[in-house]
């Protein structure tokens, strides 16, 4: 694609960086086959290659209006579109990108700035955000639906307490900052799993990765909360730690960008690189393990208090770091029954704060996903993903729960 943009725009790193991208591009257009939201709409602006055109108009000095606000909006930054790009476009960050630009150059509807505040001042910070979530529970009867905060997952937690430090192998697991109110059995799982497997598991003292922010194009702030934590992780690794396990794939991806997005920092270069580096899902650290003794603990024909279930993968473990069949090939290793699912590359509509933001799109992308997750009548639905597992759960008839609760849950059983 020829590009032509603003001088200021070109001289700048992260407008050479898109240039480069968008460059990239060949207009071929396999990206709107597998886009949500342009198979919903059917609007070019709402597909891959639409919003690249708008963002290459508006770096090129050509007016904006809230109409390409709104286009970037309604994307989902699943990033599907770059699984099937024979280009190799990086779509996402050049979503990023456009974003953040934009986002000073067009001022919002009143509704939407509060709401964007409020979502940025309370999500990344997790004893606000357990407060609030607290006193919604207590109100919940009397609250209109849409305000209904999203009920904690809490089964099974008292099963399990935190294995104490003995091992020689240690491992730094990030904490997060919805995820310790909404589901904090996900991480003593996976403590409990890696303590058999001979692996203690050190918790976290950081909180939010920065994601939120930085995909609602508050750069700055978004990288500002990735410094915290990198200063929080540090020490551990320094110490021997040798991998920072992430259990929710949303922050994985971006917590694996950090050499790239700070690779402009003195002061944080090299240690944010060093983070990317030691950064692993879950699902990855397992996959190089010997798992025979959770086989041995756990036989898939006795104990397994669900065998047959639905694999949901999210869209940030799939397309954003590229463990397409990663984690459906872990529990198949495991023993239990998967079930196909159809158009499982499609997301589920959760997509970080994006269920609350475009509510209405939202809603229809989880009928489908719900309808495709469902249909080999699997016993439960499992994710990779805090915000995909209270996303689904908030109208799924069937039990959802982060993979990593099954498999510890049988070997207490």
Known sequence: MKTSLTATVSQSALG??????LRACVHCGFCTAVCPTYQLLGDELDGPRGRIYLIKSFLEGNSVSIETQLHLDRCLSCRSC??????????????????????????????????????????????RFQTVLML?????????????PPMPNLRHSSALTWPSVRHQRTMLVLNGCVQPALSP???????????????????????CCGALNYHLGKHQA???????????????????????????????VFIK?????????????????????LARDLSEVLTKENLSPL????????????????????????HGQKLTGLLESLLTRLNFELTPITDSHLCCGSAGVYSILQP????????????????GQPQLIVTANIGCQTHLQSRSLIPVKHWIELVAENLVV
Not at 295 to 318: D, G, N, R, Y
């Open 185 to 207: 059995q996900t991480n003593l799982a996976t403590a409990t799993v890696l303590e058999r497997l001979g692996i203690s598991l050190l918790p976290s003292p950081g909180g």
């Open 360 to 375: 209405k799109l939202a809603q229809q992308l989880l009928t489908n996903k719900l309808t495709n997750l469902t249909a």
């Open 16 to 21: 050479m960086e898109a240039n480069q991208i």
């Open 222 to 252: 978004g990288l500002q909360q990735a410094k915290k934590l990198i200063d929080a992780w540090w020490p551990a690794l320094t110490q021997g730690a040798e991998t920072i396990v992430i259990t929710a794939s949303g922050c994985g």
């Open 136 to 148: 919604g529970q207590w109100a919940r009867p009397v609250l209109p639906k849409a305000w209904q």
């Open 82 to 127: 770059e699984t099937t790009c024979p280009s190799g476009v990086q779509y996402g960050r050049l979503l990023d990108i456009g974003r953040g630009i934009l986002e000073p150059k067009i001022s919002r509807p009143w509704g939407q700035q509060v709401q964007r505040w409020g979502l940025r001042t309370l999500l990344p910070y997790p004893r």
């Open 295 to 318: 086989l041995t603990s756990s036989p898939a024909s006795t104990t397994h208090s669900a065998k047959t279930i639905a694999v949901h993968v999210p869209c940030t473990l799939q």
């Open 257 to 277: 960008e950090y050499g790239h997005l700070l690779k402009d920092d003195p002061d944080y270069s090299a240690k944010a690189a060093r983070v990317s580096e």
